[in-house]
Nanobody, 118 residues
């Protein structure tokens, strides 16, 4: 059974921090490109960060310097550390597993976790 389960969302004041987790089963996170996306009400889903098989990371310009993507190969879990949160970061956050070397080829999505910044 393959699935991605996000957790760690919640409500926080501007300037605060949250850490999102994405527990993977049926996938070995170190063998894929793993990604975080978000979707705010009335807006399209946008990419937030990726971590490739070789451990290289990319972050959207809007979150650079504030968010950090990482993974724990032992726990088989993807993380997104979010600091200095802004109201415009309010969105549903989704993790995704994609083809290694091609992070745009999404194989599966998690169910999402809500982040609200006031």
């Amino acid at each position: 059974h393959v699935q991605l389960v996000e957790s760690g969302g919640g409500s926080v004041q501007a300037g605060g921090s949250l850490r999102l987790s994405c527990a993977a089963s049926g996938y070995t996170v170190s063998l894929y490109c793993m990604a975080w996306f978000r979707q705010a009400p009335g807006k399209e889903r946008e990419g937030v960060a990726t971590i490739e098989r070789d451990g290289s990371t990319r972050h959207a310009d809007s979150v650079k310097g504030r968010f950090t993507v990482s993974r724990d190969n032992v726990q088989n879990t993807l993380y997104l550390q979010m600091n200095s949160l802004k109201p415009e970061d309010t969105a549903m956050y989704y993790c995704a597993v994609a083809v290694a070397g091609n992070c745009e080829r999404i194989l599966n999505w998690g169910q999402g976790t809500q982040v609200t910044v006031s």
